[in-house]
């Protein structure tokens, strides 16, 4: 058959213009792409998976080619501003480890006198796309041999890739046949209709997952339940329409239904309500039970106790928050080349830690190279002399002239032309930090925007009556640059921009001096990381001594000497090149931090015959832990227990997630986790309401929203609380501008501080906060739409199918036109389709509409009172107070496996698949036997069966 035809009959026609343009134009070729490749096309999901399910049917098999290829990834530990290297003694009754100390003067590429050799390296096969990515483009530009030149775009670095290149850091990997059955030679069907994801060596000791059907339930489904599905629901989710973006066209066999159980248990309980389906013909009472009844057996008769599937994780780069993370425990050291990165996108776990979706691209690689070379120069010269200069603005360049203004002598800055300027020499590349006094002469504010060379580094906004400086602190590199300040109307906040007019320069500066302090912490980290040669020191000795720690820590696990030895070839050439200590030592640092061990996180099998699942080693383990709790590297003392094979003791692991989150270090998971979780990261940001509407609104409050909810989970998971107080608490935290915007008394400066609320029944708990109600807003009015759509599917983790492509939607000014937000919106939800799901969400939505588009309470709108009263399930309520009363009397079980299931997720950096209901099962119990106390959620993702294995072998189960 045709392939575009072919593409026709699944549905999928409108993507035959993407393949084309890509090459693709048989279903053969098509059958050796994997669902991260298709993605990469643009292909949605829901496309994928019947693409996938199409041909593993029909033409073969669809996974990754044969000729994937695979790099060669150890990866050792390190821990912040500790130079001491990962001790490798083994424990008590183990075997020696096979990693010793390593010093320059043992030839380059041997191993030290009495050390025993390495094991071979494994050839591994990893289905992951990623690293197709990351080898073509990472290995591929420097660890393969390729130069940088060599692909279009990428800007050719002779100092670092050349040296990387000649010392050949990494062997370019074999290209591994993929096991499976080879395309166009589908396995023949197996007699009995049974499901297994049995482990394919012998190595791995993990029990099977399966689901078993015996031939007469495989009948019943063929002979009696398909059938019936094709009478009653294919004519909406099917050939011709595929409403809620849900397709029952791909469940050819009752295998099929378990790939996607969620989905499934959502039908089941619209059949079983009689939500569905909802035209004539409409299935008769016997045809409804058996339909109930065989799908109650099929997807909840489940012994999951039996059920034990790691799941597969994609070779895990570090994301954008770790890498900075990463570095500054590293290092000491806060990169501003972070900022110049893409953005990660979220995975189908719905958080940016699905490593699914995290690639590297030759762009991105090229950011990575200048990251690397800022973060080592900020440590890499031997004797740096901090800087301490302040400059008069009278005795700086400037065309503005000298004047009197309040109690001093300065220069006034009226126009973004006029420039205040002064040369000063930087003796080192690092951080410095820029303080300029001043103040604003012709309004309430003002604003200067510091340029170094004219590259512009960022913007202070100056009170007019403030007496304190503005600062900033900046990367800058060593050498003699021109500093300048000038007037910058876009440093100051939306709204006062808005007042400026033509003519008038509200905001003009006066400058009294400017000051330059730095680098920053440079010797400190100098003095941990890089040994100074000395008369007892040799320089070969105090570079191999400092490449064997740095490694070490960098990679996250004990090194092999042989490539240490590769690292210090780097540092031993440049230095025969002519370049002294410093500059040597930093082209082989360098070097390592564009590694894929420093880039990825190691979770390679141990041995080249595990083709399956396999359980984690202790260093792996140790970066599992510290990139969920700490969205970082480990420090000493995971590497300790690490080292000593400790990590696999519960009681250790649950001390560990204690102190772990007790630490400051947490912030980052907090922050991450409840931000991409609720929804509310980008309220500020991406998300502004409307000035005129919402004058209270700034950026100052918005922070302080999104702190009052990251702050109150923080609390409740270090003060050990149970998880539903997020549904309901007694206190909050507040600074002054937020706790105006509760009417909430008494509470005066910017710091946020625990705080009692008198109005609990309204604000307590997510449902009263205004990152939430603001994050499910429109920029000029409240949703009620959004609002009970984020009940159901973020709080509660229901599924909410997507409007049909005619629903329309209500108008900005909606509730603003003489009839109210409920009038309009009963008139739009009337429409064919739509008034299912809205039953559902609607009442909730109003029962928060006392909280505007901001979260600030009222109790009428346009001088009619709010009507806040809903029904769902039989329960009628009125207010967000009686709402919460439902929400934790009916909704609690949902909740607490909703949070379960998303930090599960957020935790092992991939989408939950049906075989980790077992795990998610094993955490509820957990909850439940101890009154759902938050820091028992932690522990139980950490002990859990997921977190300490890795397979292999992706599963659409």
């Known amino acids: 058959m045709d392939f575009n035809e072919w593409l026709e009959r699944q549905g999928l026609g409108k993507y035959a213009a993407t393949f084309a343009a890509h090459g693709i134009d048989e279903v053969e070729i098509l059958g050796d792409i994997s669902d991260t490749e298709l993605a990469s096309l643009g292909i949605p999901v829901g496309a994928r998976k019947k693409i996938l399910r199409a041909i593993s049917q029909g033409t073969g098999a669809a996974s990754l080619p044969a000729t994937n290829p695979i790099p060669e990834v150890p990866v050792p530990p390190a821990s912040p501003h500790q130079p001491e290297a990962i001790e490798t003694s083994p424990p008590a009754g183990q075997p020696p480890v096979t990693h010793v100390p390593w010093v320059a003067d043992y030839p380059i590429h041997e191993t030290p006198p009495g050390a025993p050799s390495p094991p071979p390296k494994a050839k591994r096969s990893h289905k992951g796309t990623i690293l197709v990515t990351a080898l073509v483009v990472l290995a591929g530009l420097v660890f393969i041999g390729v130069k940088t ?291 604003s002469t012709d309004g309430p504010i003002a604003g200067v925007r510091l340029r170094i060379n004219d590259e512009v580094k960022g913007d202070i906004v100056i ?16 050498g003699t640059h021109q500093v300048a300040w000038n007037k910058e109307n876009s440093a100051l906040p939306p709204n006062v921009r808005k007042r400026l007019k033509r003519g008038v320069f509200l905001g003009a500066m006066a400058v009294d001096w400017m000051a330059v302090t730095g680098p920053i912490g440079n010797t400190t980290p100098k003095q941990s990381i890089i040994l100074s040669p000395s008369s007892v020191l040799p320089p070969d000795k105090a570079a191999s001594q400092t490449i064997y720690t740095f490694t070490q820590r960098a990679f996250r696990r004990p090194v092999e000497n042989e490539v240490l030895s590769r690292y210090f070839s780097i540092y031993r050439k440049a230095t025969e090149s002519g370049m002294n200590y410093g500059q040597s030592i930093k082209m082989a640092l360098t070097a390592v931090l564009v590694s894929p061990k420093f880039l990825f996180r190691h979770e390679f099998a141990p041995t080249e015959n595990i083709e399956g699942e396999f359980e984690l080693d202790q260093f792996q383990i140790a970066s599992r832990l510290s990139y969920f709790l700490w969205h970082s590297m480990p420090d000493r003392e995971l590497f300790s227990l690490a080292n000593n094979g400790k990590l696999k003791d519960p009681e250790i692991l649950r001390a560990q997630v204690r102190r772990m989150i007790s630490d400051p270090k947490s912030r980052s998971f907090t922050t991450e986790f409840l931000g991409q979780w609720l929804g509310f990261a980008s309220v500020g940001i991406d998300l502004i309401p409307d000035k005129k509407v ?25 003060s050990d609380h149970s998880l539903l107080a997020l549904l309901d608490t007694k206190a909050t935290f507040l600074n002054e501008p937020l706790a105006k915007l509760y009417r909430v008394e008494g509470v005066i400066g910017p710091e946020m501080r625990p705080v009692r609320l008198t109005d609990r029944p309204n604000r307590g708990g997510l449902l ?52 109210t937000l409920r009038e309009e919106l ?9 008034k299912n799901c809205h039953d559902k969400i609607d009442p909730i939505g109003f029962g928060m509409e006392n909280f505007n588009g901001i979260g600030q309470f009222r109790t009428k709108h346009k001088g009619k009172p709010i009507d806040n009263k809903g029904e769902l399930d039989g329960f009628t309520f009125t207010g967000v107070d009686e709402l919460k009363r439902w929400l934790k009397a009916e909704r609690k079980e949902a909740f607490l496996r909703n949070i379960s299931e998303r930090m599960l997720a957020f935790a092992l950096g991939r989408e939950l698949k049906t075989f980790d209901e077992g795990p998610v099962l094993e955490i509820l119990a957990a909850l439940e036997a101890n009154e759902n106390r938050a820091i028992t959620l932690l522990e139980e993702i950490v002990l859990s069966y997921p977190f300490h294995h890795q397979n292999n072998s992706p599963s659409d189960y």
């Not at 370019?172 to 993929?178: A, E, M």
């Not at 009015?781 to 629903?807: C, F, M």
């Open 768 to 819: 009263g906060m205004a990152s939430i109600l603001t994050a499910t807003s429109s920029s000029t009015r409240t949703s009620p739409v959004l609002r009970g759509k984020w009940v159901l599917e973020t709080l509660l983790g229901e599924h909410i199918p997507e409007p049909p492509a005619d629903a329309g939607q209500l108008p900005a000014n909606a509730g603003h036109t003489g009839k």
């Open 149 to 439: 030149s060599a692909i279009p775009g990428v800007k050719k670095r002779p100092d670092i890739a050349d040296l990387i290149e000649e010392t050949a850091l990494v062997t370019k990997p074999s290209l591994q046949p993929t096991v499976g059955p080879v395309p166009n030679d589908p396995a023949p069907s197996p007699t009995v209709a049974e499901i297994s994801l049995e482990p394919k060596t012998e190595d791995a000791p993990v029990k099977p997952l399966h689901f078993q059907l015996v031939s007469a339930d495989v009948a019943t489904y063929q002979d009696h339940i398909l059938p019936l599905l094709e009478t009653y629901c294919h004519s909406c989710h099917g050939e011709d329409k595929v409403k809620g973006s849900v397709d029952m066209l791909p469940f050819a066999t009752a295998e099929s239904l378990m790939a996607e159980r969620k989905l499934w248990l959502n039908i089941l309980e619209q059949i079983e309500t009689e939500e569905m389906p909802t035209k004539e013909p409409l299935p008769s009472k016997e045809e409804r039970h058996l339909m109930v009844e065989w799908l109650h057996k099929k997807l909840n008769d489940i012994d999951w106790s039996a059920i034990r599937d790691a799941g597969h994780v994609t070779i895990p780069r570090l994301t954008n928050v770790e890498y900075q993370n990463t570095i500054r425990d590293l290092l000491g050291v806060d990169l501003s080349a972070v900022a110049s990165f893409s953005a990660d996108g979220e995975g189908q776990s719905g958080f940016t830690t699905d490593r699914e979706n995290l690639f590297i691209t030759p762009a991105a690689m090229e950011k990575y190279f200048a990251a690397a070379e800022e973060a080592v120069n900020t440590i890499a010269d031997a004797d740096i002399k901090p800087i301490k200069i302040k400059r008069e603005a009278e005795d700086m360049s400037s065309a503005a002239q000298p004047g009197q203004y309040s109690n001093f002598t300065g220069r006034r800055l009226t126009i973004p032309q006029t420039t205040l300027y002064d040369v000063i020499e930087f003796p080192a590349d690092g951080e410095y930090t820029f303080v300029i006094q001043g103040l």
């Open 826 to 834: 009963e008139i739009h939800r009337d429409k064919e389709g739509c």
């Open 463 to 478: 009170e007019g009556n403030s007496t304190e400086p503005g600062r900033l602190t900046c990367f800058v590199t060593k």
């Open 694 to 718: 919402f004058p209270a609104f700034s950026n100052t409050l918005a922070n302080a929203m999104k702190q009052e909810t990251i702050l109150t989970f923080e609390h409740l998971v270090k």
